[in-house]
């Protein structure tokens, strides 16, 4: 009777030391499931902060792009013409909108928007032929910073000394 008790008291402790072994086993399972989630946020953090700045940097190289191709694609505009540059135009607007909008200023001989050839969608500046300088000068006037289609449009003239042909 006694060894059966003696039996049944070691059988508690050994399940109470499993137990303990079970709980701390759990306890550290918890906190390397925990290490591992806080590590993954961790490169997950890391990962779209790059992604983030990898895209602001493209953003940049775009803007760069766009400018570098506006000073390149320049127009010779037939004797005593002047050429306006409308930046920042929406892909809905046509050159039948942009004529018929500038030609409240003057004369216009001829609208342009050039036309991305991989993506085959307009970009987003025009071209615009005045026939006199003051016309071309008005309309940079009331239209520089005005609104054309729902998006605020920057209007230059271009210097004559930057007209090229496109072939």
Do not use: C, R
């Amino acid at each position: 009777m006694e060894e059966q008790k003696l039996d049944i008291e070691q059988n508690i402790e050994n399940q109470n030391e499993k137990t303990v072994k079970k709980d701390n086993n759990k306890e550290i399972d918890n906190k390397m499931e925990e290490k591992v989630e806080n590590k993954n946020d961790d490169i997950l953090g890391n990962i779209q902060l790059k992604e983030k700045e990898k895209l602001t940097e493209i953003e940049k190289k775009i803007e760069e792009l766009k400018e570098q191709e506006i000073k390149n694609i320049k127009l010779i505009p037939k004797k005593g013409y002047i050429i306006v540059v409308i930046h920042n135009i929406t892909s809905n607007v046509t050159e039948k909108h942009l004529k018929e909008i500038f030609s409240n200023y003057g004369e216009v001989k001829g609208v342009y928007i050039p036309i991305n050839h991989k993506t085959k969608l307009k970009k987003d500046y025009a071209f615009i032929e005045f026939v006199n300088k003051e016309n071309a000068e008005e309309a940079q006037l009331y239209m520089d910073e005005g609104q054309i289609d729902g998006k605020i449009v920057k209007v230059e003239i271009l210097s004559p000394k930057n007209y090229i042909e496109i072939k």
